[in-house]
């Protein structure tokens, strides 16, 4: 089943959810004994590389900026929605294109259609709370956190944030692993938006000032040349920076992989730093995502968790989610509230299991 949230409105280029109007949405059945569920896109590891062959050679971007404060702003460049669906129009026409599934629900305004495509393609809300909380606890994360996974990643607004500010304050030595329910959003606008994040920190992004008269009224546009994309690896490499990608359903095969292929985890696979915004809309798999914490937080780390307080007619809530944390003696603690002047409140929290 499918469904789409009254996501008219855009704030600041990110869409809102004024969680009304949205039709049922089936419950799953689970498999007795795992949260899991039976799940239904196998879970698939995929290293930069590979990712990086799927590219299109041009991605048309424009800068989402954030405010932080009454001074200061974020800058996050991310690919245009526009030129996602042009690039699958190309493949849809082109028996030879190397796509790997008809990804026909970007091609209509369904925010989500349950199993097939859970929403990664746009940015959402609670992303840019996530980033917010990311920059006033820069400090917490920019030396200890060697490891960051980011769950239901979509356009990965918190990851580019993490590596743009790696990147430009000399920071290094970090693992990151992207997950998204779908190998095409990876594809599309995961990969594209981390190559552009970089581009951003190195100050080599096409200027994106307003037009004037002179100046071109076009998207800007980067050519995904062999040389850009070399110092991209080789910048990654001298930060000694690493990425990698999953795609597929939160499962024990998902978990497996994140643990390099064996079933037992061990401290030096868990994660210090797990980031997930808008992951908890949908009942059936908030069980599933506390699973996916239990056996990748790491005892001593923090994940952060940015959500709408509820997902009206879809049925997931914060509190739903944080009964489960607190039933399993794990902490939350509320980082950032916007309750004034929205429609329906959002918050970032931060689990830790100790
Ligand atoms: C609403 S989108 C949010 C995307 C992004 N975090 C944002 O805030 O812009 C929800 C994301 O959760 C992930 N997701 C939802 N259900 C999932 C499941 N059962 N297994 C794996 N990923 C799932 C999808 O990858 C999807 O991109």
Redesign the pocket.
Known sequence: MSFKFNFDIETDGVEEVDAGHVEDTPVEEEDEGTSFGSS?IPAQLHSLDELISKLPPHIAFSPLTIPLTSSKTITIPRRELFDVKMQLMAEDNNPSADTTTNFSAAFTDE??RTNTY???L???E??SDLVKQLATDSDLWITSSNRILE?????A?PSCYILQTLLSSGGSGVHLTL????ID?LRLVTLPNIILAYLHATNTLPSTSQPTEEVSEETPEIELTQSLLSSFLSTLQSHNITISFLS???SEDMISLIHGGITSSTPETMYPLIL????I??PS?IP??VEMLEHTLSHTGKAYI?AKDIYFGVGGSVKDFVDIIHAKGWKWDIAREEKRGVGVGRVVGVVSKS
Do not use: H, M, P, Q
Request: net charge negative.
């Open positions: 239904r925010d989500i859970e929403g990664g746009k940015s959402w609670c992303s769950l239901g990643c979509g356009t607004l997950a998204d329910y779908n959003v597929g359903s939160w997930a915004s808008e992951t809309y949908s798999s599933a995502f940015a």
